[in-house]
């Protein structure tokens, strides 16, 4: 669950405020950060895409993640990835195996689950378009320039949901998440681990 990514939609009004810790931004960043805190957990749909034009990439996917706190089960370009918050699990099902490494938050800068606090630390923000049909898009900053990626861009509705986001990298590649379907619900801490009594026969390649 790496990188992910936005459609344009009619400007109202365009603000030039990068590189600031904009108190509107900070409103609207604050109100959806405390709407997904009250979910216990979520089941959502997404579409990535990614392009670059100099290298002439434009690539599209979509995938399926449940997410409870730390943990996740991605489902996306045939792959089906658990994380029990301990452990990641990553079953390939077309030569059914699967890999095991312990699980590492840093690896993961930027995912459906920890995307809606991103901001609240090493981040300027500011309110970059008030749409006329009550989108926001939220740019980001990182304080620090070390990242691999110089800004991110958010359009949070009117409701204080999260559409999507895009990550612009400093390689020229551009990300473009899209959620789709956004669905709370309850799900236990069991159903993140791998159960390999599922896939009879499945190889197991163990990184710890």
């Known amino acids: 669950m790496k990188r992910l990514i936005l459609s344009l939609i009619t400007i109202a009004t365009l603000t030039q405020t990068n590189g600031q810790y904009d108190p509107e931004a900070l409103a609207v960043l604050d109100a959806m950060s405390n709407k997904y805190k009250k979910i216990e957990a979520f089941k959502a749909s997404f579409s990535q895409k990614l392009t670059n034009e100099s290298a002439g990439l434009d690539e599209t996917i979509s995938g399926d993640i449940s997410v409870k706190g730390d943990m996740y ?7 089906m990835i658990y994380n029990d918050g301990k452990d990641t699990y990553t079953y390939n099902e077309e030569i059914n ?89 309850s799900l236990s ?20």
């Open 73 to 79: 089960v991605l489902e996306v370009a045939g792959q």
């Open 97 to 185: 195996e699967v890999t095991v490494s312990t699980y590492d938050p840093e690896e993961s800068e930027i995912t459906l689950g920890n995307v809606y606090d991103l901001y609240k630390d090493g981040f300027k923000y500011a309110l970059a378009e008030q749409k006329s049909n009550g989108d926001r898009l939220i740019e980001l900053d990182p304080e620090s320039r070390d990242k691999s990626y110089f800004k991110i861009r958010m359009t949070i509705d009117s409701k204080d949901e999260l559409k999507s986001f895009t990550i612009f990298e400093r390689t020229g590649n551009k990300y473009v998440l899209t959620i789709n379907t956004f669905s709370p619900t």
């Open 189 to 208: 801490d069991a159903y993140f681990k791998f159960d390999a009594t599922k896939y009879p026969n499945v190889e197991v390649i163990d990184f710890r």
